[in-house]
């Protein structure tokens, strides 16, 4: 039987996109696989209080299973509460590539999906997202497309390079389409290694800085859709001691560099209202649990490297919601 988003106490976005465009803010979303991840999410989306989006991929979805992540979003809104403070949770499909997919998150409670067409043809992304549209709609639900190629690894899909968005395809699209809210390609890309040094100038200050985000992209994309809410997908900033962290304490990362915050900041004073964050969690996490693992290597109790991993990503999303999104104090 088909469980409604409603039933959960989960949200929709159409009204906080709005409220986030109008504001000059934009909405965490950040994805979640796992207990500590959700609590992490929920903690800091509280104590900001911020509105927030809690991101299943597809992958999440085989590692948690889709009835434990449905009970666990049901039980982040009555857990919010709980802490004191009641703020809009959406449960949201990342990257979603069928409608089969979709469909079957719609039937489980998710109050908003991402259709991801964007690696077809034009046409046939706008055939796709259309079908997911009215599926959807027909249940209250949001969908979210995108135009334009990310760099990076999603859901097991490898782009080599990114397609930025082409402006003048994006009226059309939310037209034929009817989607609530579109993803875009300006020069993010996901995971931790989206520019190495050599593709970064070092500022006044000595730090390495990527090229910036295709700005004028954006421009041009709100003046044929003013006022339409846009995502901005591999929005992690790669933070540097996680990095240092990891490396310090046995592992192999390579140089990353991340999206500098003030760009994110930069944006998400326009039309973007959803930024995506999934990679700076997982380093913070694995920093966490490896300091935790080499400094106390008798120690085997789990509660005692996920519970400062859980407490680390807390932080990092309190930061984020307060000082890069704006988020905090809109919920
Ligand atoms: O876009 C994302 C999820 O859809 C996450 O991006 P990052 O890899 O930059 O965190
Ligand atoms: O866009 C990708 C997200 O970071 C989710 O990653 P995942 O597919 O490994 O769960
Ligand atoms: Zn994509
Ligand atoms: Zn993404």
Not at 195 to 221: A, H, R, S, Y
Request: proline content about 5%.
């Amino acid at each position: 039987m088909a469980i409604n988003y409603k039933e959960l106490g989960l949200s929709s976005t159409p009204e906080l996109f709005k409220k986030a465009v109008a504001g000059g803010y934009a909405i965490p979303a950040y994805n979640f696989n796992n207990l500590e991840q959700m609590q992490a999410i929920i903690q800091a989306c509280v104590e900001t209080k911020s509105p927030v989006i809690l991101q299943v991929s597809a992958g999440a979805r085989k590692y948690a299973n889709a009835t434990l992540l449905r009970n666990m979003a049901k039980g982040a809104v009555e857990y919010a509460k709980e802490l004191g403070y009641e703020i809009p949770v959406v449960l949201h499909l990342d990257h979603g590539d069928t409608f089969e997919l979709c469909k079957d998150c719609i039937d489980n409670g998710f109050s908003s999906v991402m259709i991801d067409g964007s690696h077809h043809s034009y046409e046939e992304n706008v055939a796709l997202t259309s079908k997911v549209v009215e599926y959807a709609h027909a249940h209250g639900v949001a969908v979210e497309g995108e135009l334009g190629v990310l760099a990076g690894v999603e859901d097991d899909v490898v782009a080599e390079e990114s397609t930025y968005t082409r402006p003048e395809e994006v009226e059309d699209f939310v037209k034929r389409t009817g989607v609530d809210s579109l993803a875009i390609s300006i020069g993010t890309s996901h995971g931790a290694h989206k520019f190495t040094p050599e593709q970064c100038t070092k500022n006044e200050d000595g730090v390495l800085v990527p090229p910036p985000l295709k700005f004028d992209i954006l421009e041009e994309i709100e003046k044929r859709i003013p006022g339409f809410p846009i995502v901005l997908h591999g929005s992690s900033s790669v933070p540097q001691e996680h990095v240092a962290t990891i490396n310090e304490f046995g592992g192999a990362l390579k140089a990353a560099i991340g999206i500098p915050e003030d760009q994110l900041r930069q944006a998400a004073k326009s039309a973007v209202c959803k930024i995506n964050i999934d990679s700076d969690g997982r380093l913070a996490m694995t920093a966490a649990v490896r300091k935790v693992m080499a400094e106390n290597p008798g120690e085997f109790d789990p509660r005692k490297y996920l519970g400062p991993a859980r407490d680390i990503l807390k932080d990092l999303y309190m930061q984020k919601n307060i000082n890069v999104l704006g988020s905090a104090e809109k919920a």
